[in-house]
């Protein structure tokens, strides 16, 4: 079936959702711009004088591409933060869009490195001397470190919506500004969540990473599982995410990768093989040539379905295929297998080197469903070899 006729019976199937939706008043509300503005001015102007060096208020429309000089510019050592507000609509009809964390991206200098944040907020520390840009992600990615686009700006004019920033420099430490910017008067409580966000640190479990050019998010931990086995859990709503750990292993004919996992909520609403509907939850492994074979758990499609990622940015490097289907056996743990030389000469056609990477992947950012799954043991093996990833 062509890619195009699932989109469109996709995009009906979730339009009358929200038709309906819209009727019963169920959707959720814009941000009050206004409010957020007018509530971080106030706390500005009530903080001791000496901690703020100077402010700029940024309004980013969606359709702009990267990158917007903010106007400030750091010295090395100096510390900035950030507060964002808004929303950047992909589709109104569909009710599909993104928050400022996932869609907004900050540089110091021309060169970067691009930094992106968990949340709605952020902390920068100068590496070197260098102005603060703002740049829009979605629906674009990134082609190297310095924040080159990987395709042309012309496909942010059909974006809508808008990103409101508050870029503060401190005199001082961010901490102390931050403090006082808290005890100025915080009801929205963005300053509360940077300063939690800071104390956080890295959001990584251990011997883990997110991948560079989606950037960080907060929705893996590490864990137990019934037997006191490690585990890696995620909690998913609104955000998207890729944990990844090295883990190079030859690629041959007995190769396998085992793993177990328990899946408690799936966060798609329909089939995922469709752009507007691309929330699902899986292990990956990537391979020496840049493409990963993707295992996930379907809403609806059948066992053994098998389809480029519907994504531009992703559609010629990643390939999912379903293990299993439906809401039977959520909540209850599965042990899983794949020959990865059979699965990979089968998808794509030709030994694609050896492994390189394991991959978790988290993805609720289109419809907002929470999805929930527990992952252990898992394994890459052969005859002669095997190494635990997890």
């Known amino acids: 079936m062509p890619n195009t006729l699932i989109d469109l019976q996709v995009a009906a199937r979730l339009g009358l959702r929200e038709a309906r939706r819209r009727l019963r008043g169920e959707r959720e509300p814009a941000p009050d711009l206004a409010r957020f503005r007018e509530t971080l001015d106030r706390a500005l102007a009530a903080i001791p004088e000496g901690l703020v060096a100077e402010h700029a208020w940024i309004q980013l429309p969606a359709s702009e591409p990267p990158w917007r000089d903010s106007g400030i510019a750091l010295r090395t050592d100096e510390e900035v933060s950030y507060f964002a507000a808004g929303r950047v609509t992909v589709s109104a009809a569909l009710d599909i869009?993104?928050?400022?964390?996932?869609?907004?991206?900050?540089?110091?200098?021309?060169?970067?490195?691009?930094?992106?944040?968990?949340?709605d907020s952020n902390t920068l520390r100068a590496q070197h001397d260098g102005r603060l840009f703002f740049g829009n992600y979605f629906p674009n990615d990134w082609k190297d470190a310095s924040g080159a686009r990987l395709n042309h700006d012309a496909v942010y004019a059909g974006m809508a919506g808008e990103i409101w920033i508050l870029a503060v420099r401190w005199r001082g430490r961010a901490e102390d500004g931050l403090a006082a910017l808290a005890a100025a008067g915080d009801p929205l409580g963005i300053v509360a969540s940077e300063r939690e966000r800071?104390?956080?640190?890295?959001?990584?479990?251990?011997?883990?990473?997110?991948?560079?050019h989606l950037g960080d998010a907060e929705i893996f931990?590490?864990?137990?599982?019934?037997?006191?086995?490690?585990?890696?859990?995620?909690?998913?709503?609104?955000?998207?995410?890729?944990?990844?750990?090295?883990?190079?292993?030859?690629?041959?004919?007995?190769t396998e990768i085992g793993w177990r996992w328990r899946v408690d909520a799936l966060p798609g609403l329909v089939r995922e093989?469709?752009?507007?509907?691309?929330?699902?939850?899986?292990?990956?492994?990537?391979?020496?040539?840049?493409?990963?074979?993707?295992?996930?758990?379907?809403?609806?499609?059948?066992?053994?379905a098998a389809y480029w990622c519907p994504l531009p940015n992703w559609k010629h490097r990643e390939f999912h295929i379903v293990i299993r289907s439906g809401s039977e056996g959520l909540g209850a743990w599965h042990a899983e297998r794949r020959n990865l030389h059979a699965d990979a000469l089968r998808y794509f056609g030709a030994h694609p080197g050896d492994v390189v990477r394991v991959w978790l992947i988290a993805s609720s950012v289109f419809k907002r469903q929470r999805g929930s799954f527990s992952v252990a043991d898992i394994r890459l093996r052969g005859s002669a070899e095997q190494q635990i990833v997890l």
């Open 97 to 119: 869009w993104v928050t400022p964390k996932t869609q907004l991206w900050a540089r110091i200098g021309e060169q970067g490195p691009i930094r992106s944040s968990s949340r």
């Open 198 to 212: 800071l104390a956080l640190g890295d959001p990584a479990p251990a011997g883990w990473h997110y991948l560079w």
């Open 221 to 254: 931990r590490a864990g137990q599982g019934p037997s006191g086995e490690r585990t890696l859990a995620c909690e998913v709503v609104g955000d998207v995410g890729i944990l990844q750990r090295d883990a190079a292993f030859a690629l041959r004919p007995d």
């Open 273 to 304: 093989d469709s752009i507007p509907s691309h929330d699902y939850l899986s292990l990956a492994v990537e391979f020496a040539n840049g493409l990963d074979l993707t295992y996930y758990w379907s809403k609806e499609l059948p066992v053994d």
